[in-house]
């Protein structure tokens, strides 16, 4: 009888920089964390240290990153030229991050905070220990309620379905040493079933009133159903709810008003367009045409004006990742940051 090897570990990665030199430490943080962000120290070199400790099940990461107080930012260049899409979980053990601006609730020990890759985020963070999960947009934006509203969202770690993920993430990364492949996949399922429960019953009176949360959920499906309709206007909206114009504008103004998140959402999936070898038949101009724009001079500057990159320069620096793959092996830290740039897309 032959015999059977031992099914396979997860995939690993674990990096201290504690164990480098000061100036090697940072460069190499930063070769980590700038697949996702760019990061700045909030003090001075001296006493700076990140450590991560993450694995790989399937199309979903997760780690315990620890960390100096630090800014990251995500601009919308960034979101262009690395085209990531996804969501990151965070808990917080110790310490707290927030938005710069400070219009935004700060996330706190228990707290669960969700990070949209898809939109620009500029964050203060202290001295941190936290955890995050990473998830694909196709695995969570289908089964949510109100996907574009998710992004630096704070959740507070009372809230009882909060609690049941952060206790079963937890738990989940107690036992990934001993855990096999098959098994941590069999894992991923329920986990996300508990993400998506916890976000969407963060929705209530406190977020929005229920039958103007409806309605503007049904306003942005229509957008995205009718995207790419070159005569897609606020006319059709009204026609399609009878709504007023002015109740269509006041809902979109936390977008940056009506045109401008039609454009951005063209923009969007233009981008994707760009990237993909099934559009690569198509010109520039086809594409701008293709998603609503009337003019492939009209599209280049919306789009250097959102990204600060031309729809060429995207386009050629998408063929230059063509090819890439995960890992069928343990990580190194390198490669750590090689899989998680590539599980965003």
């Not at 930012?73 to 979980?89: E, Q, T, V």
């Not at 228990?110 to 620009?120: E, F, H, S």
């Not at 738990?171 to 996949?185: A, I």
């Not at 929005?208 to 206007?233: E, I, N, T, W």
Request: glycine share 8%.
């Amino acid at each position: 009888m032959d015999k059977v090897g031992p099914e396979p570990r997860l995939i690993r990665s674990r990096f201290d920089t504690r164990h480098l030199p000061a100036p090697a430490a940072r460069e190499a943080w930063n070769e980590a964390i700038n697949v996702v962000f760019d990061s700045r120290l909030r003090k001075g070199a001296d006493g700076f240290f990140a450590s991560v400790d993450a694995a790989l099940i399937g199309d979903v990461a997760f780690g315990r990153i620890q960390g100096s107080a630090q800014d990251f930012d995500r601009s919308r260049y960034k979101i262009a030229r690395d085209g990531m899409d996804g969501f990151i979980l965070q808990f917080y053990f110790t310490g707290q991050s927030a938005a710069r601006d400070g219009k935004r609730p700060v996330a706190g020990a228990g707290d669960l905070y969700v990070i949209d890759m898809a939109q620009p985020l500029a964050t203060a963070t202290t001295d941190h220990d936290q955890f995050s999960l990473l998830v694909p947009r196709r695995l969570l934006a289908p089964r949510l309620k109100q996907v574009d509203s998710l992004h630096l969202q704070v959740l507070p770690a009372n809230m009882p379905l909060v609690c049941l993920l952060r206790d079963s993430l937890l738990s989940f990364h107690r036992n990934v040493d001993v855990m096999t492949r098959p098994q941590g996949e069999a894992v991923i399922p329920p986990l996300l079933d508990l993400a998506v429960a916890a976000l969407d019953g963060r929705i209530g009176d406190e977020t929005a009133g229920g039958v103007v949360l409806a309605q503007f959920d049904a306003l942005k499906r229509y957008v995205d159903d009718h995207l790419m309709d070159g005569d897609l206007s606020i006319e059709g909206l009204v026609a399609a709810f009878g709504l007023s114009r002015r109740t269509i504008y006041r809902l979109f103004e936390d977008e940056g008003g009506f045109s401008t998140y039609i454009t951005r959402r063209r923009l969007q999936r233009a981008t994707t367009a760009l990237r993909s070898a099934k559009w690569r038949h198509l010109s520039i101009a086809d594409i701008a045409q293709a998603h609503g724009f009337g003019s492939a001079e009209r599209f280049s500057r919306a789009f250097r004006r959102e990204y600060r990159l031309s729809p060429r320069d995207l386009r050629l620096l998408s063929r230059s990742t063509e090819g890439a793959s995960l890992p069928s092996g343990r990580a190194s830290a390198a490669e750590w940051a090689h899989w998680v740039s590539l599980l965003g897309r």
